[in-house]
């Protein structure tokens, strides 16, 4: 499972074009791509009939009501959305986005139907100071409790991977892995995502227990998104 985040990124054109350039290549690969929520309805169209998957970067737990800004699980699914990215780093850094909401989120995708991509992911000083499984299970937590593992797509993404250009090496990955296994189910699917690009996708997707990744600046064009789905797919 290779997802593409364009965070905010791609106006109309581009998001267009990009599409257009993925749904030619894609033969039998599998792919999503989450472009900005104003496009998704746009985006969604686009890959009609295609087997080109559309995400969301986020979504409102509540169903209705005064959430001034937000959107909801119903919203996403009428427009042919069919997975949410919840609580990335970013959203948590910037959008004051906390393991509680993320775990509400996630619940709110699973019981309308959609696929929740839970970013979980520690700082550099988190990792320096030896508390990176700590902060990850202390993420997870409040997922896990309301949640059924085997429906979640949990995205391990250290920040500090994350635009960087820096991978987590492949023991480290392993070791995170190994360790959210353990904690989820085997049929948990088990993203990594930090600066993966076409060159380091084989390495990083050939870790035990490494199911896809989540692509960020990579994933902005479709040449080299596509090569990333092929490295791994091969
Ligand atoms: P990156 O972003 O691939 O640009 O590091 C990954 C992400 O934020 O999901």
């Keep these: ?18 599409l257009d350039q993925l749904i030619a290549g894609l033969g039998d690969l599998e792919l999503a791509v989450a472009p900005v929520v104003t496009l998704l309805g746009l985006a969604c169209e686009r890959v009609r009939g295609t087997k080109l998957k559309i995400a969301a970067q986020n979504v409102f737990y509540a169903s209705h009501g005064a959430y001034t800004g937000e959107w909801s699980v119903g919203h996403l699914k009428e ?28 619940k709110a995708c699973l019981d309308g139907g959609l696929t929740p991509i ?8 988190e990792r320096e ?51 959210l296994r353990a904690h989820t189910s085997t049929k948990t699917r088990l993203l990594y995502g930090g ?14 227990n490494v199911d896809g990744a989540l692509v960020g600046g990579a994933s902005l064009e479709a040449r080299s998104l596509l090569a990333i789905a092929r490295a791994v797919s091969k």
């Design 118 to 125: 839970v970013c979980i992911g520690e700082s550099l000083s």
């Design 1 to 18: 499972m290779i997802i593409g985040n364009w965070k905010l990124n791609h106006l109309k054109a581009q998001t267009l074009e990009v």
């Design 79 to 106: 427009l042919g959305v069919s997975m949410a990215i919840i609580g990335h780093s970013e959203r948590r850094q910037y959008f004051c986005e906390t393991s509680e909401s993320v775990a509400q989120k996630s």
């Design 195 to 208: 600066s993966v690009n076409a060159n380091n996708a084989a390495q990083v997707l050939g870790v035990p």
């Design 129 to 179: 100071s030896g508390k990176a499984r700590q902060v990850i299970e202390k993420q997870l937590e409040p997922v896990l409790k309301i949640n059924p593992p085997e429906k979640l797509v949990i995205a391990y993404e250290p920040v500090w991977a994350i635009g960087t250009g820096k991978n987590a090496t492949p023991e480290e990955i392993q070791e995170m892995h190994a360790f």
